[in-house]
């Protein structure tokens, strides 16, 4: 892994040593930022950093005991906390095993750096656990709190964290990387995808390498034809439902917030092919953007570990947007 691992996050990686070097490290760090800008690999990457032996000013030597353990997955004073195999949240007896872990001492007489991702998602119990280990933290311990978002985490949590802000970075480094990482037949494509997919550039990857951009298109298809009356909500649920829950409301995200560019008239993302109404008139963009905060609830309720079924989201999610689609402007009561 290089160091940091991406090159938009070279500024604040070099800050971040620097704090380490200082001596003003906290005992806890809160990594946030939107999907794709790469968190979970920069906590990652932090936490090899610090368990190295013998590091240089910005990354770790690579080769002394620290660093060959943690690479080989197995040093012993680190803790990666993350959700159990279909869990969508951190569960608290995962955190009361933190809480053991960090009760034995360092077995090499360095820091002891623990990795919890989501932070954000963690239902009271766990987050309640967690900051009590925040409250008196043993010392030598280093807690990388990894999140989408910072403001999700319990207020009394996040005041006892470090802020690393993972989002901001010259957006030119984060198009010339994805530029270098998209196939052949998508050159020239990544400004345009990064204004699309409205995550970092990970996430704009991803969306090409798994077809995600077959079915952006999809869903934006099935999105104009619901707004223009040709297709009920509840036949576009079942159409979408080879798509999981969270990818569709991720793509009906990204194409709402499509034609509120284009409503605009600043439209970076300008594809005349998805443009959801369809018969050219435009949206009531209240109702579009209640739409939009409707569905960031579901995600958040996805997110949460709650007991929601994935086809009471689906549907759910394409009534609301044929109630807010079909609102024209003129029309628009509320
Ligand atoms: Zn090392």
């Not at 940091?4 to 005992?27: D, K, S």
Request: hydrophobic letters at 45%.
């Amino acid at each position: 892994m290089s160091h940091p691992p991406y090159p938009w996050q070279r500024e604040i990686w070099a800050r971040l040593c620097g704090t380490h070097r200082e001596g003003r490290l906290g005992h806890a760090l809160l990594m946030s930022g939107r999907p794709g800008v790469g968190k979970s690999a920069f906590a990652r990457a932090f936490a090899g950093f610090l368990l190295c032996e013998s590091p240089q000013a910005l990354a770790p030597c690579g080769s002394c005991r620290g660093c060959l353990l943690q690479t080989a997955g197995n040093h012993p004073d680190y803790a990666l906390v993350v959700p159990e195999e279909d869990a969508k949240a951190i569960a608290i007896d995962q955190i009361r095993e933190l809480i053991e872990f960090f009760t034995l001492k360092s077995h090499y007489g360095g820091p002891k750096v623990a990795v919890i991702e989501p932070a954000d998602g963690m239902a009271r119990a766990p987050a309640n656990a967690l900051l009590k280990l925040l409250e008196e933290p043993p010392s030598g311990a280093v807690l990388c709190l990894v999140a989408a978002r910072a403001d999700a985490l319990l207020p009394t949590l996040r005041s006892r964290c470090q802020r690393i802000a993972l989002d901001k970075y010259p957006a030119t480094l984060a198009t010339a990387w994805l530029e270098g990482a998209l196939p052949a037949n998508q050159q020239g494509e990544a400004g345009r995808l990064l204004a699309q997919c409205g995550g970092g550039p990970l996430a704009a990857l991803a969306l090409v390498t798994r077809g995600g951009q077959g079915e952006q298109d999809e869903v934006a298809t099935l999105m104009a034809k619901v707004a223009a009356g040709e297709r009920h909500a509840l036949h576009a649920a079942g159409d979408s439902a080879h798509i999981a829950a969270g990818e569709l409301l991720d793509a009906m995200l990204r194409a709402a917030q499509d034609q509120v560019w284009r409503q605009y008239d600043c439209t970076p993302v300008a594809a005349p092919d998805r443009v959801l109404n369809g018969s050219g008139n435009a949206l009531n963009l209240r109702r579009v953007f209640e739409f939009m905060d409707t569905a960031f609830e579901f995600k958040g309720l996805l997110a949460g570990g709650t007991n929601v079924r994935e086809a009471d989201v689906r549907a759910s999610v394409w009534l609301s947007w044929m109630q807010a689609a079909r609102t024209r402007p003129q029309s628009g009561r509320g």
